[in-house]
């Protein structure tokens, strides 16, 4: 056999770093050294130089996901540099700055072929159980496998993906801003120009003024909307909505009867669209029926908790109205991050103004914190 030149072989070892681990649901995350195998085939190794915490991280450390496995790396808005790629890897090459995508796109599924949507299903099954593709786990801590989670785990300092989730981007770009571009901002501006399709003067609700509802704030404007209505119980909220585009905020605890009924009064009718960004089924359900009659189109982007259910009187669709849902907010992922990338860079999108705190990785937890008591919009980890 031909000696390889050393660089080949360079990317074969394992590395040994730290991570945050899930031992179990409801348990803080722990820090621990852990050992990330090499890419095997079509898969990609990264250097994680920063990952932001979102809602859907703290949704399965609670144990509330049915697809959440333990012990378990979570993490899923991050950025980093490739570190290796295992054989018959084309698209990225190390040194390469890259974005980890938790919807891949393969380009080959009937998925991918359409242009309807976004949810390529290449891996689909071997993601939501928390291994890769050939149905192993790259990571190990303390003797014992650790599962991945959405096909990214960026609560590490090295991380291995599907070839196919994984974008490659401006090496420009800084990295402690852009990796909120791998789910939060992505999914809510998409949310208002892809699923929804805002159009000129018209009227926007969005309920829940968290990180992805000030993202679909932006959607709005961006989309030429002329009133944008705020919705949150939380009145700390409002100066930065407002900031992003909202023209006035609202909450329901002002009022005594229910929020659709205010909004139909407030806008003559009800509003062109709304958006749910919370994961409350009851909330959808006020989304949906604060819409205007004959047009009216109300986008579930909140994820709820396993098992609910939404409901509403039929009625409300056979007089006009359209309920849709959105994920990732639309976007066919490798080809579309390199863009919001290119459209931050370019101040078409703002990313840091999202970025409420930045922290070391060790103080993860309190990262965790912050987003359940409100205080923040997104914090950034720096690895």
Not at 199 to 209: H, I, R
Request: contains cysteine; charged residues 20%; positive net charge.
């Amino acid at each position: 056999m031909a000696i390889m030149p050393a660089d080949f072989l360079s990317h074969l070892h394992v590395i040994k770093c730290k991570a945050a681990v899930a031992w179990e649901a409801g348990k803080p995350l722990s820090l621990e050294e852990v050992e990330v195998a090499p890419p095997k085939a079509h898969e990609v190794r990264i250097k994680i130089i920063a990952t932001a915490v979102c809602h859907t991280d703290a949704y399965t450390l609670s144990g509330a996901d049915p697809e959440g496995c333990f012990p378990v790396i979570l993490g899923h808005e991050g950025a980093g540099i490739v570190d290796s790629v295992g054989e018959g890897v084309t698209k990225v090459k190390p040194g390469d700055t890259v974005i980890p995508l938790y919807i891949p796109q393969c380009g080959e599924c009937k998925f991918c072929k359409n242009p309807k949507t976004n949810l390529c299903q290449k891996i689909r099954i071997t993601q939501g159980r928390g291994l890769m593709p050939d149905g192993t786990s790259r990571f190990t801590c303390k003797g014992k496998q650790l599962y991945h989670f959405m096909g990214t785990s960026t609560f590490s300092e090295y991380t291995v993906v599907a070839d196919i989730s994984v974008a490659k981007i401006d090496a420009a770009a800084p990295l402690d801003k852009v990796c909120l571009l791998g789910c939060g901002i992505s999914t809510g501006y998409g949310a208002a120009v892809n699923t929804a399709k805002v159009e000129p003067g018209s009227t926007c609700a969005v309920f829940g003024l968290g990180g992805v509802g000030l993202a679909v704030i932006m959607g709005c404007k961006t989309a030429g909307a002329s009133r944008i209505i705020g919705i949150d119980l939380n009145k700390d909220k409002y100066a930065k909505a407002k900031e992003f585009g909202a023209t006035e905020c609202i909450s329901p605890q002002d009022f005594k009867k229910p929020i659709q009924e205010v909004l139909v009064e407030m806008t003559n009718g009800g509003v062109d669209y709304s958006f749910e960004c919370i994961g409350n089924v009851g909330v959808m359900r006020a989304a949906l029926e604060a819409c205007h009659k004959g047009w009216g189109v109300s986008v579930i982007v909140g994820v709820a908790a396993a098992g609910q259910e939404i409901s509403t009187r039929p009625f409300q669709l056979v007089t006009g109205r359209t309920w849709k849902g959105t994920a990732f907010g639309g976007w066919k992922s490798v080809d579309n991050v390199p863009k919001l990338v290119t459209d931050y860079m370019s101040k078409k999108i703002k990313v840091d103004e999202f970025v409420t705190h930045t922290l070391p990785f060790d103080k993860i937890n309190e990262a965790f914190e912050l987003m359940h008591t409100g205080k923040s919009i997104r914090t950034v980890l720096k690895l």
